[in-house]
């Protein structure tokens, strides 16, 4: 077995969908893997098929995000193993039903998995890769996080948090050699539609992608060095755009005086 030169690959959500193409695609770039997701059997199954075909040593992981201590297990893991130099949070569920069709409690897990894990698995390995002197974390986010109202808000408002997140962290680490990159994936075709309640076949095709299409391509954004992916975007000048008012409103949000708009009632 080789020694890879890249390190060791963290992705959470590898058991299947885009986590397992993130897995293959990163086995082939050169990266040696750990897999993390709840099913023994499929990683095992990936675990085996990836090490055959590209030599690397590829280790799976059974844990549950959602679970405090095998979390905590992975937090460990993130700490301590020295050749970690690239974590993909991907683990995720989303949900499709509004409000008044959804259970508090579910909204609870998805908040654990889709946030606290994602935090608390980049809060473990951050120290570390800066004192290892870099490396990478790719976020996915997805395009509900700048569009909430589509799917269900709390999982909207999961993604926001993701990539609001990973802006942070672009900024904080910017002098550390640790690239962030936040990947906002739309419509993909993947067994989360099952998993949220919905079904991708009621979709127009135009609107869902190959998951292997979306990672080739928010892979490609991450060697451009781009901090948010947006892969069916065509035209990236749009998301420069919203990026440039989203500047321009920055310094005037925190203001001594309120808007002269606002100061009507009180003048009357
Ligand atoms: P998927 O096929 O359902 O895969 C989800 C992965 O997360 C699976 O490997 C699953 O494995 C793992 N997982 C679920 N609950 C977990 C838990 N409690 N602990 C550990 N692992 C857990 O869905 P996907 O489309 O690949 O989703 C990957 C990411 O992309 C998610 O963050 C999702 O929000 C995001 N995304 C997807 C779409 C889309 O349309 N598909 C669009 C935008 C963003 P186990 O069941 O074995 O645990």
């Given amino acids: 077995m080789s020694i890879s030169k890249k390190g060791i690959a963290v992705v959470t959500g590898a058991s299947g969908g885009i986590g397992a193409i993130y897995a293959d695609r990163l086995a082939n770039r050169g990266y040696e893997l750990i897999l993390v997701a709840r099913s023994q059997v499929k990683l095992d199954a990936l675990a085996k098929r990836l090490a055959n075909m590209t030599g690397r040593s590829v280790k799976a992981i059974a844990a549950d995000l959602n679970n405090k201590s095998d979390l905590n297990r992975i937090e460990t893991l993130l700490r301590t193993d020295t050749g970690i130099t690239m ?20 909204m609870e897990d998805m908040i654990g998995l889709n946030v606290t894990a994602l935090t608390r698995l980049t809060y473990a390995l951050v120290p570390a890769l800066v004192a290892r002197g870099g490396g990478g974390i790719i976020n996915i986010s997805s395009a509900v996080g700048i569009g909430p109202e589509i799917l269900n808000g709390v999982y909207g408002g ?9 802006l942070s962290l672009h900024k904080e680490l910017a002098d550390k050699n640790v690239q ?3 990947v906002l994936p739309g419509a993909t075709a993947t067994n989360f539609w099952d998993v949220a309640g919905g079904s991708i076949e009621k979709l127009p095709s ?14 490609a954004g991450f060697d451009q060095g781009e901090v948010v992916t947006i892969p069916s975007l065509p035209d990236a000048a749009d998301w420069a755009a919203y990026e440039a008012a989203r500047q321009t409103l920055i310094p005037n949000l925190s203001l001594s005086v309120s808007s002269a708009r606002y100061r009507v009632a009180a003048a009357a």
């Fill in 87 to 106: 974590l993909v949070n991907n683990a995720g569920v989303g949900a499709v039903a509004p409000l008044l069709a959804s259970d508090a409690d579910a």
């Fill in 158 to 166: 999961t993604k926001a948090f993701v990539l609001a997140f990973s």
């Fill in 180 to 182: 962030i990159q936040a």
């Fill in 206 to 219: 135009a609107m869902v992608m190959r998951a292997d299409d979306l990672v080739d391509a928010a892979l």
